[in-house]
T-cell receptor, first 109, second 114 residues
Framework: AQRVTQPEKLLSVFKGAPVELKCNYS??????LFWYVQYSRQRLQLLLR??SRESIKGFTADLNKGETSFHLKKPFAQEEDSAMYYC???????????FGTGTQLKVEL | NAGVTQTPKFRILKIGQSMTLQCTQD?????MYWYRQDPGMGLKLIYY???????DKGEVPNGYNVSRSTTEDFPLRLELAAPSQTSVYFC?????????????FGAGSRLTVL
């Protein structure tokens, strides 16, 4: 079965510092990867998906099939980036998403 | 356009009681899901549905039941509540095509079983 691993429960960075939220997955085929975000008192929402190859709110993520990773990066952290971030994977098959355990990002002033 | 609406937002149950978490969406989405979110455990899929009349088990279905009589509604039933079911429950939906894997989530329902 597929699995998503987010090794950091909490990541604390200073404003203006680079951010990298790690995500590794286990699946032998070609998955579709996502990052979802949950800001304080807001609903869980899609941040970005690898097939779109977009930069959303300054965040980017590249799918590395060799390393089976989909790390989320931002060059300069902002206070409003503080949130819970979930990496998720689907292999098709009913569109079920498998989520990682999440990383709480705290951006300090 | 309300999106995904869940009720109730909060509920406290006694061990052995039953209840239904309601979920409705107004986006005409085919796919609907129930997840539970436990601290440090991420989101676990309980049940999902690919359309009216069709439901299937997810990763953690024990102790729950669902039905999908209409496209809009996907209630989650807890029978004989147990402390292990204390969690935050999220309903979500998604459409077809390029948006099929993009989930729209409800606000969540926090359930405590004492």
């Amino acid at each position: 079965a597929q699995r998503v691993t987010q090794p950091e429960k909490l990541l604390s960075v200073f404003k203006g510092a680079p951010v990298e939220l790690k995500c590794n997955y286990s699946y032998s085929g070609s998955p579709e990867l996502f990052w979802y975000v949950q800001y304080s008192r807001q609903r869980l929402q899609l941040l970005l998906r690898h097939i779109s190859r977009e930069s959303i709110k300054g965040f980017t993520a590249d799918l590395n099939k060799g390393e089976t990773s989909f790390h989320l990066k931002k060059p300069f952290a902002q206070e409003e980036d503080s949130a819970m971030y979930y990496c998720a994977l689907t292999t098709g098959g009913g569109n079920k998403l498998t989520f990682g355990t999440g990383t709480q990002l705290k951006v300090e002033l | 356009n309300a999106g995904v609406t869940q009720t109730p937002k909060f509920r406290i149950l006694k061990i052995g009681q039953s209840m239904t978490l309601q979920c409705t969406q107004d986006m005409n989405h085919n796919y609907m899901y129930w997840y539970r979110q436990d601290p440090g455990m991420g989101l676990k899929l309980i049940y999902y549905s690919v359309g009216a009349g069709i439901t299937d088990k997810g990763e953690v279905p024990n102790g729950y039941n669902v039905s999908r009589s209409t496209t809009e509604d996907f209630p989650l039933r807890l029978e004989l509540a147990a402390p292990s079911q204390t969690s935050v429950y999220f309903c979500a939906s998604s459409g077809r095509g390029s948006g099929a894997n993009v989930l729209t989530f409800g606000a969540g329902s926090r359930l405590t079983v004492l």
